[in-house]
């Protein structure tokens, strides 16, 4: 049996409630099975007169990433401002993973772009394992001029993926993500009395069945300010090959809408 079996947890009750303890990764907060473990279930041995049986084995249900951002528009084509990442369970774990493997500056690199700019980096709870990641940074943003117009694509920041991890037509297994997740992006954008909206994206929302999972994006704009509110969940550890069609559809969806959707301003 033992030698059939490839990763260790101990289980312990505490008030009747069950936690899953990794003696090996002293960097997960307590109770968090490392995601190598999420294997849906897994056999409980006792060293005594007590049966071994199969237990599932569960994981945490908050996983989210929060960016919220603000930029104001300059006196010439660029917006200027601050950005602060919050990444919690297992989305926060891995950052931290990332951060600890690759580096400071690799990490950096990773959220730049062909159009942003940043300075004063910092970040909070790297080696803090009981408290989400925290990344703030200020940030300059680049937009494209066409005659009187600029052009602003709203998804400056890092996104949760940039390419569809599903590019294959059919799924013969499961699409397994391990853990439910989310990824949410408050977005404002202070035009300075510098230029009048010409044209705004249209408000999409996609969901798939019995909730599973979505995506949305919600724009609203006052005479000075536009605000976006972008949402992807993933609601479920597990996809069957017959949700993969769907699940496939949902990924192209967000992809075409970070890519295409783009603010138009006219300066004043």
């Known amino acids: 049996m033992f030698t059939k079996l490839d990763y260790l947890l101990l289980r312990i009750i505490i008030d009747g409630k069950e936690y899953f303890l990794d003696a090996s990764r002293k960097e997960l907060p307590f109770g968090m099975p490392h995601p190598n473990a999420l294997n849906v279930k897994g056999r409980v041995i006792h060293f005594n007169d007590q049966p071994n049986f199969w237990l599932p084995i569960t994981p945490i249900k908050s996983n989210y990433h929060t960016v919220r951002t603000k930029i104001t528009a300059t006196d010439d084509t660029t917006f200027y401002g601050t950005v602060s990442e919050t990444h919690d369970g297992y989305l926060g774990y891995s ?8 580096g400071e500056d690799a990490y950096k690199r990773k959220k730049s772009s062909a159009n942003t700019s940043f300075n004063n980096f910092t970040i909070k709870n790297s080696a803090v394992a009981e408290e989400p990641l925290k990344v703030n940074y200020d940030i300059t943003v680049e937009t ?24 294959i037509e059919n799924r013969i297994y ?13 977005i404002s954008i202070d035009l300075n009395d510098k230029y009048t909206l010409d044209k705004i994206p249209e408000n999409k929302f996609f969901e798939l069945a019995n909730k599973s999972g979505s995506v949305a994006v919600v724009y609203s704009n006052t005479e000075n300010e536009i605000n ?28 075409t809408l970070q890519n295409d959707d783009v603010i138009v301003l006219k300066a004043k």
């Open 95 to 102: 950052e931290k993973e990332d951060l600890k493997e690759n």
């Open 174 to 186: 499961d699409v397994y993500f391990g853990y439910p997740q989310s990824a949410t992006y408050l």
């Open 144 to 167: 494209e001029k066409v005659g009187n117009k600029v052009l602003l694509n709203p998804f400056y920041v890092e996104k949760p993926f940039d390419t569809n991890p599903f590019e």
């Open 228 to 255: 976006i509110r972008f949402n992807l969940a993933i609601n479920k550890v597990r996809y069957s090959p017959q949700e993969y069609y769907n699940l496939k559809k949902l990924f192209e969806e967000m992809i």
